[in-house]
């Protein structure tokens, strides 16, 4: 069965900081990955999306890779803005009909 | 505005009631689910269509009931709340069950049982 982790379960940064979020994932054979925000008492929102043939993807100031023989991958965000404040959840979908499988989130805060 | 619209928001049921969760979208969605979200466990899925007419069990289905009469609706139902069913419920829709669909979330319903 997929698990995927988050660590740090928090995360407080100053702001103007170039920072790392991770996630790992028990196995290696996915189908795609997703990287999504969530604002407080908000619903998801989609950043990022990795399919399992790809390195990474490039939204604006967020940069996610993938590397699946390691079973990791990171979310990159450059020059943090205290609007950047959020929980960042990861999930990975083994297979093209599969389900999403949610990592538990980061909650990240980026102090003025 | 399109998307996902969940109501209600906000909800207080006693032990052994019942009600329903709306959710709708204007996106012409194929594919709808509902995910319900508690500290420390993640978001696991309740129940999915790929459909109208079509529905299926995710991981945690027991004491919750959907059907898909439309495509642009599907209700959650509980028909007998019970207070391990206090959590935070997301809508969630994609074009279709393909995996390569990103999905769109409502805001959520949070709901807590007595």
């Known amino acids: 069965k997929q698990e995927v982790t988050q660590i740090p379960a928090a995360l407080s940064v100053p702001e103007g900081e170039n920072l790392v979020l991770n996630c790992s994932f028990t196995?290696?054979?996915?189908?795609?990955l997703q990287w999504f925000r969530q604002d407080p008492g908000k619903g998801l929102t989609s950043l990022l999306l990795i399919q399992s043939s790809q390195r990474e993807q490039t939204s604006g100031r967020l940069n996610a890779s993938l590397d699946k023989s390691s079973g990791r991958s990171t979310l990159y965000i450059a020059a943090s803005q205290p609007g950047d404040s959020a929980t960042y959840l990861c999930?990975?979908?083994?297979?093209?009909?599969?389900?999403?499988?949610f990592g538990k989130g980061i909650t990240l805060s980026v102090r003025p | 505005n399109a998307g996902v619209t969940q109501t209600p928001k906000f909800q207080v049921l006693k032990t052994g009631q019942s009600m329903t969760l709306q959710c709708a979208q204007d996106m012409n969605h194929e594919y709808m689910s509902w995910y319900r979200q508690d500290p420390g466990m993640g978001l696991r899925l309740i129940h999915y269509?790929?459909?109208?007419?079509?529905?299926d069990q995710g991981e945690v289905p027991n004491g919750y009931n959907v059907s898909r009469s439309t495509t642009e609706d599907f209700p959650l139902r509980l028909l007998s709340a019970a207070p391990s069913q206090t959590s935070v419920y997301f809508c969630a829709s994609a074009l279709g069950p393909s995996g390569a669909n990103v999905l769109t979330f409502g805001a959520g319903s949070r709901l807590t049982v007595l």
């Open positions: 999930a990975v979908r083994p297979g093209a009909n599969s389900k999403l499988t």
């Open positions: 269509s790929v459909g109208a007419g079509i529905t």
């Open positions: 196995d290696s054979a996915i189908y795609n």
